[in-house]
T-cell receptor, first 113, second 111 residues
Framework: NAGVTQTPKFQVLKTGQSMTLQCAQD?????MSWYRQDPGMGLRLIHY???????DQGEVPNGYNVSRSTTEDFPLRLLSAAPSQTSVYFC????????????FGPGTRLTVT | DAKTTQPTSMDCAEGRAANLPCNHS???????VYWYRQIHSQGPQYIIH???NNETNEMASLIITEDRKSSTLILPHATLRDTAVYYC????????????FGDGTTLTVKP
């Protein structure tokens, strides 16, 4: 299993540009989530999904959109990038039932200038 | 999910046991305690979880007090590679995707 994969690893955007961060998992997990981590801080939940076609907002959803058309993929879209969105973005997945752990991807480091 | 409180930082000598505390005084009966760690800027890595009983795996031991209001993660023989940020999370089993990560404890293992 490849686990949770994220692309790209690094990205630089100009203010106002849009882009999509990709996340995929091959473990047939129902739950997928997006977190952001600012320097020296913990992870904050952006959006999450409990299955294909179902998404919901986390703590810091503004400026981000998600969709879940398949079990495997959960892309995160930045509609109009702002410097405040400079951060490291982590995708995670897990089973929905039972006390299972989350599996995290390696992260995407995004800089908005 | 219940809120957790962890010390900001701790030091440990290489080869000694590292004991990382976590307070979760508002934990509910159906909430589990999970521990993750994050090395450098990598994605967090699961370590261990428990409900009531103490748990042990190849990485660590988890000691949960009888009233479940606090817990301790024990790394029995810390190495330099255990230097990381350690997160204690409390949640119900069905909320895996909504885990709340605080700022964690930065553990520095010193030679």
């Amino acid at each position: 299993n490849a686990g949770v994969t994220q692309t790209p690893k690094f990205q630089v955007l100009k203010t106002g540009q849009s882009m999509t961060l990709q996340c995929a998992q091959d473990m047939n997990h129902e739950y997928m989530s997006w977190y952001r981590q600012d320097p020296g801080m913990g992870l904050r939940l952006i959006h999450y999904s409990v299955g294909a076609g179902i998404t919901d907002q986390g703590e810091v959803p503004n400026g981000y959109n998600v969709s879940r058309s398949t079990t495997e993929d959960f892309p995160l879209r930045l509609l109009s990038a702002a410097p405040s969105q400079t951060s490291v973005y982590f995708c995670a997945s897990s089973y929905r039932t039972g006390p299972h752990e989350q599996y995290f991807g390696p992260g995407t480091r995004l800089t908005v200038t | 999910d219940a809120k957790t409180t962890q010390p900001t930082s701790m030091d440990c000598a290489e080869g000694r046991a590292a004991n990382l505390p976590c307070n979760h005084s508002t934990i509910s009966g159906n909430e589990y305690v999970y521990w993750y760690r994050q090395i450098h800027s990598q994605g967090p890595q699961y370590i261990i979880h428990g409900l009531k009983n103490n748990e042990t795996n190849e990485m660590a031991s988890l000691i949960i007090t009888e009233d479940r209001k606090s817990s301790t993660l024990i790394l029995p023989h810390a190495t330099l590679r255990d230097t990381a940020v350690y997160y204690c999370i409390v949640r119900v089993s069905t909320n895996a995707g909504k885990s709340t990560f605080g700022d964690g404890t930065t553990l520095t293992v010193k030679p």
